[in-house]
C-alpha cells in the first residue's frame, strides 16, 4: 500500500476496478455492435401483404419461392403485412389445398423497408397479381393520408366524392391506384359515382381515419352481379 497525502492506492483493488471497467467498456461494445447489427437487419427486410380481389375465384393457398404466406384466401380478404428479407420471389397462387395447375405464377420484388400489398385481380380468365406499394409518401402532421384502388374488373370509370358532391379522386379506372390525399381525422361517408355523373354506384359508410396513418379505399367486386360491389377499408402500413 502507498500512502501520498490523505491519497492511499490499493493496487490489487485498482487492477481489480480497472479489469471491471475494460469487461463493461467491452460489454457495452458487444451490446452496441448487436443494436448496430439489428437496425442494419431491419433496413433490409420488406413488409408484404396479399389480397384476394378476384370476384369469381375460389379461395386460394399463396407461396412466395415455396413458402406459404396465405392459406385459404377468400375473395374480399386479406393478410397482416408478412416480413420478409428484401430480394425478388416468385409468387405463385394455386385453389386451396391444390398444388397443381397454378392460377398465378409472378415475380414480386420486395425492395428494403418497402410495404407492399400483392393483389389478384381480374376475373379467372384475366387474373393478375399486381404489387401496390403502401405508405410510400410522408406523413402530413395532425392529418390523415387516403387514396382509393379500383379493383372491380366489370365497373367503369368512377369519381369518388364527399355527399355534398365535393371530388376526391376523380376518373379512377380499373386497377388504377391514386395518390394519398391529406384529410382531417374524422369519420367519412364516400361515394363511387360513374365518372362525370351523378349516378351512384356505392356508398361507402364509417370511412373512420386518424391523424398520422396511411389508408386505402378498394372498390371490390361486380357491379350489377354478384359478388356484389364493396368497399374495403384498409390501413397501410400497420404491423400487427
Do not use: W
Not at 79 to 96: D, G, M, R
Not at 182 to 189: E, L, P
Amino acid at each position: 500500500m502507498l500512502t501520498k497525502g490523505r491519497t492511499v492506492v490499493n493496487r490489487k483493488c485498482t487492477k481489480k476496478v480497472l479489469r471491471h471497467i475494460l469487461e463493461q467498456n467491452l460489454n457495452i461494445e458487444v451490446v452496441m455492435e448487436n443494436m448496430n447489427e439489428m437496425r442494419r437487419m431491419n433496413r433490409i427486410y420488406g413488409y408484404v401483404a396479399v389480397m384476394h380481389a378476384v370476384p369469381d375465384a375460389l379461395a386460394v393457398d399463396v407461396y412466395a419461392d415455396n413458402t406459404l404466406i396465405a392459406e385459404n384466401l377468400a375473395f374480399g380478404t386479406y393478410t397482416n403485412y408478412i416480413k420478409v428479407p428484401a430480394q425478388s420471389y416468385q409468387i405463385t397462387v394455386y385453389v386451396s389445398g391444390t398444388r397443381m395447375n397454378p392460377v398465378i405464377t409472378k415475380m414480386l420484388i420486395v425492395g428494403k423497408g418497402e410495404f407492399l400489398t400483392a393483389v389478384a385481380v381480374g376475373t379467372i380468365a384475366t387474373i393478375d397479381l399486381v404489387a401496390i406499394e403502401d405508405a410510400d409518401v410522408p406523413r402530413i402532421e395532425d392529418k390523415a393520408l387516403i387514396r382509393f384502388a379500383h379493383l372491380s374488373p366489370n365497373a367503369p370509370a368512377v369519381d369518388i366524392t364527399l355527399p355534398d358532391g365535393t371530388k376526391l379522386f376523380s376518373d379512377v379506372t380499373f386497377k388504377e391506384v391514386t395518390e394519398y390525399i391529406a384529410v382531417d381525422q374524422m369519420n367519412y361517408t364516400l361515394q363511387v359515382r360513374l365518372a362525370g355523373t351523378d349516378t351512384m354506384v356505392l356508398v361507402v359508410p364509417n370511412v373512420n381515419v386518424r391523424n398520422n396513418n396511411y389508408y386505402t379505399v378498394y372498390a371490390v367486386g361486380l357491379v350489377g352481379q354478384q359478388p356484389e360491389l364493396e368497399a374495403l377499408l384498409v390501413q397501410d402500413g400497420e404491423i400487427k
